[in-house]
Nanobody
Framework: VQLQASGGGLVQPGGSLRLSCAAS????????MAWYRQAPGKQRELVAS???????NYADSVKGRFTISRDNTKNTLYLQMNSLKPEDSAVYYC??????????WGQGTQVTVSS
């Protein structure tokens, strides 16, 4: 199983980006999926998570600005990020947990919010 994240880039404060994470391989079902981020010198932190049924959870710092979603038919995870702030700058990683109990990480995509 591989997770391929995309959609990162450079954006001005107040701007928007949409991240995608496509899972490939022999996958019958994915349980929880999530986005994490890691800024230089900081620990990796949970940004948002979503269950297979669509229940979501967000870090307080992104509530009201970010929206996590998934397309189970395409095994793809999304993160719509609006009203971006410089403190949102980080490498964003997708994560997926399969019924086998094994979890996978994507390779990360850089998000830089700067004027």
């Amino acid at each position: 199983v591989q997770l391929q994240a995309s959609g990162g880039g450079l954006v001005q404060p107040g701007g928007s980006l949409r991240l995608s994470c496509a899972a490939s391989g022999i996958i019958f079902r994915i349980n929880n999926m999530a986005w994490y981020r890691q800024a230089p010198g900081k620990q990796r932190e949970l940004v948002a998570s979503i269950t297979s049924g669509g229940a979501t959870n967000y870090a307080d710092s992104v509530k009201g600005r970010f929206t996590i979603s998934r397309d189970n038919t395409k095994n793809t995870l999304y993160l719509q990020m609006n009203s971006l702030k410089p403190e949102d700058s980080a490498v964003y990683y997708c994560w997926a947990h399969l019924p086998s109990g094994v979890a996978y990480w994507g390779q990360g995509t850089q998000v830089t919010v700067s004027s």
